[in-house]
């Protein structure tokens, strides 16, 4: 069974850096042909894909978002790092990271999310 944890502070003050941690079990985050991701849920909206990590090491940012954005793993930990820069108060969202099939346009894995907020 494949699960996956998110951590990480609850409360950010703005233009902080917000670093999160997805930690992995049940299957290693250098998978063949796994793909991870870091999704957002903004109160009250859906969800935004941020951005994710291949099996393979390599990384994809979204647009909107690449200027101020890093994903990256530590394959010893089994966990995989969202950084996100210079925070205003509209990155208070829900957080979470979640595991796909390269191909299949789907989640088959979710954390069950972090909420951080983003306050004075």
Same mark, same amino acid.
């Given at each position: 069974?494949? #699960?996956?944890?998110?951590?990480?502070?609850?409360?950010? /003050?703005p $233009?902080?850096?917000?670093?999160?941690?997805?930690?992995?079990?049940?299957?290693? +985050?250098?998978?063949?042909? *796994?793909? %991870? !991701? %870091?999704?957002?849920?903004?109160?009250? /909206?859906?969800?935004? %894909?941020?951005? &994710? +990590?291949?099996? $393979? &090491?390599?990384?994809? *940012? @979204?647009?909107?978002? /690449? $200027?101020?954005? !890093?994903?990256?793993?530590?394959? @010893? /930990?089994?966990? +995989?790092?969202?950084?996100?820069? @210079?925070?205003?108060?509209?990155?208070?969202? @829900?957080?979470y990271?979640?595991?796909?099939?390269?191909?299949?346009?789907? *989640?088959?894995? %979710?954390? #069950?999310? =972090?909420?951080? =907020?983003?306050? !004075?």
């Open positions: 069974q494949v #699960q996956l944890q998110e951590s990480g502070p609850g409360l950010v /003050k $233009s902080q850096t917000l670093s999160l941690t997805c930690t992995v079990s049940g299957d290693s +985050i250098t998978t063949n042909p *796994y793909y %991870w !991701s %870091w999704i957002r849920q903004p109160p009250g /909206k859906g969800f935004e %894909w941020m951005g &994710g +990590i291949h099996y $393979s &090491g390599n990384t994809d *940012y @979204a647009p909107s978002r /690449k $200027s101020r954005i !890093s994903i990256s793993r530590d394959t @010893a /930990k089994n966990h +995989i790092t969202l950084q996100l820069t @210079a925070v205003p108060p509209e990155d208070t969202c @829900a957080y990271c979640a595991r796909a099939r390269l191909g299949i346009n789907e *989640y088959d894995y %979710w954390g #069950q999310g =972090t909420q951080v =907020t983003v306050c !004075s």
